[in-house]
């Protein structure tokens, strides 16, 4: 079982300068491969991460997980809640892992009546020390995420991936109740 802290409302200040990094990187771009599909968020010069009310909203995030992975521990493949808006940050800190990512199976019970699309398998995408994960739009609504951290040898490409401890940094903004 993972340890598991939340906060909900003002940040702490460490998470609040984590924000603001995140919204410099995601403005520098510098990151970003040229295969990425991404879109125009700012005044369309470069490519960006978050689209512009994603990014310029205040705050970006006020809402903070923060979970321990011990080796053999993971998360079961989920959409994040409904309650939380669009534009979801994640660090995972300390030891590699592979996340992967599934198409939702009934894209009609997020989305209304839409075009539907043959499903893709999982895409892996590996973690390592200091990733950041954005997901909004699709990212966010239509794939499922999920790390299985099952005891035993995980690989990517072929080389196995030491399993430690893992600590996993989720940041979120929930829905405004009118």
């Known amino acids: 079982m993972n340890l598991q802290a ?13 924000s603001n990094s995140i919204r410099k990187a995601v403005i520098l771009g510098d990151h970003v491969s040229e295969s990425t599909d991404l879109a125009m968020s700012n005044g369309g010069t470069k490519p ?18 923060v979970n ?8 079961c493949a989920h959409v994040d809640l409904m309650r939380f808006e669009d534009g ?4 995972s800190l300390e030891s590699s892992c ?18 539907r699309h043959p499903l893709i ?8 020390p200091g990733s950041l994960v954005l997901m909004s739009g699709e990212a966010r609504y239509l794939w499922k ?3 299985n951290r099952k005891p035993g040898i995980q690989m990517w490409e072929g080389q196995e991936l030491v399993q430690d401890r893992r600590i996993s940094i989720t940041l979120r903004k ?3 109740v009118d």
């Open 98 to 115: 592979v996340m992967h990512f599934t198409q939702v199976e009934r894209i009609s019970d997020i989305v209304e009546a839409g075009e």
């Open 145 to 147: 995420h999920e790390i």
């Open 68 to 75: 321990v992975y011990r080796p053999g521990e993971g998360i």
């Open 174 to 176: 929930l829905c405004q």
């Open 88 to 91: 979801i940050a994640v660090v």
């Open 6 to 18: 939340m906060r909900f409302g003002d940040l702490p200040e460490w998470a609040t300068e984590l």
């Open 48 to 65: 960006c991460l978050l689209p512009s009310n994603i990014l310029w909203r205040e705050p970006l995030f006020d809402q903070l997980i």
């Open 121 to 128: 398998g999982k895409i892996p995408v590996l973690l390592t």
